[in-house]
């Protein structure tokens, strides 16, 4: 299950689930957007969206929409 899903399961905030698996020992995988993804994410940051609104939609960091948005523009 992804981190996403457990958190919805049991009700808790997604940070919190990978503070626990983080110290259960639990890597995080980690995916490497597509550039469709990328274009996707540009497209919404033109319709004037911010990365937290991005991140939220597309179920990514914000943090991480921002670092692909600013490094390829």
Request: glycine residues 6%; hydrophobic residues 35%.
């Amino acid at each position: 299950m992804s981190a996403y899903d457990l958190a919805e399961k049991y009700g808790h905030n997604r940070g919190t689930i990978m503070r626990h698996l983080a110290t259960a020992g639990v890597r995080s995988r980690v995916a490497v957007p597509t550039d469709d993804e990328i274009a996707h994410w540009r497209e919404l940051y033109a319709q004037g969206l911010g990365y937290k609104t991005i991140a939220r939609r597309v179920e990514r960091n914000h943090k991480t929409i921002r670092k692909y948005l600013t490094s390829t523009a």
